[in-house]
């Protein structure tokens, strides 16, 4: 009797890696027909992604507003607006796919300026439409645009961790090694990654409260504190005002889903789609995925079916997690980390740069 136990277990394991793949996906796309069957508001598919567009920026405004009047704390406008911005950015990424208004371009578009205004510390969608279409394809190698500028590759320490949480220190530490390994691709995308001045504003604007608060905090340790009076005062309130509204959910929401996404993603030595990604679902990632929209649980299910909206990939998660698991697919590979997120867990070494 145990030796038919112990027979069982690697019979999945014995299954080729292209019939798992098959198998997932199979099991996704079913569970997909089944939840659309029975909840049958699901066909109206673009009115959901509308409303939920302008439900999560309505909501941004109307949070900021009641702290402005004074009505709520700052930080449940923080949490709130770093919330509802996390669902825009899975709006902009099913978009990105084409899920929602594909025989409408203009209203695309639309959506693409509204997703983008309410975060605008990130590049604008056309661009990223182009890498993020090219990560697909490129998942893991050194032409992932994409995910080597959020740190995916990198050995960890204090450049990985500037590199996931500055977008100036990305263009810095990754631009350079990013240019010289995806010149070619990078020659190939059409759309300019600076579209206006909205992203450089939010730069501005974030910068200039980091380097004010953190003046103001040394001259406090000094037993010198600032008096602000007039212009000044009005300035640094201004500011203190849109990070609260804007500028910190912005940036809480951009560093959880980097973290997590750079990590997530395997890089390196990845040779199928079914070794691209692993599924982190541990509980001490919990404060993290709170900003992301439960992205390194769920994922791993959108590469394997891209034409899914994300909040049918949230519902049918429970169901599909276990069968990424029965064929192989990691769980919490944490380790992955300290091997600059190789695949393979036996490696002679790991190159110092990614």
Known sequence: MSSLVLDRKPAANRIPEKEKTKRIIKWIRYSDAKLRKRFSFLKYQNAIGFGITMGSAGGMILLGTLYVLDLIPFWACIIGNGILASFLHEMEHDLIHSIYFKESPKMQNFLFWMVWLFRANTVNPWFRKEIHLLHHKLSGNKEDI?????????PWGLRRILVMVDPIMAVV???PKIRKDAIYYLRKIKSSPIKGPYRATYLL???????????????????NPIQETGIAASIHHFLNTAAVVYLIPCWLRQSAIQIVSSNMHYYGDVKSLYQQTQVLDSWWILPLHLFCFNFGATHGIHHFVVTQPFYLRQAVAPRVRPILKKYGIRFNDFESMTRANRYEKEIESIPATA
């Open 146 to 154: 994409e995910e080597r500028f959020i740190s995916n590759g990198m």
């Open 173 to 175: 530490l990754q631009g």
């Open 205 to 223: 604007l974030w910068y200039s409260f980091l380097g004010w608060g953190l003046f103001s905090l040394v001259n406090l340790a000094l037993g």
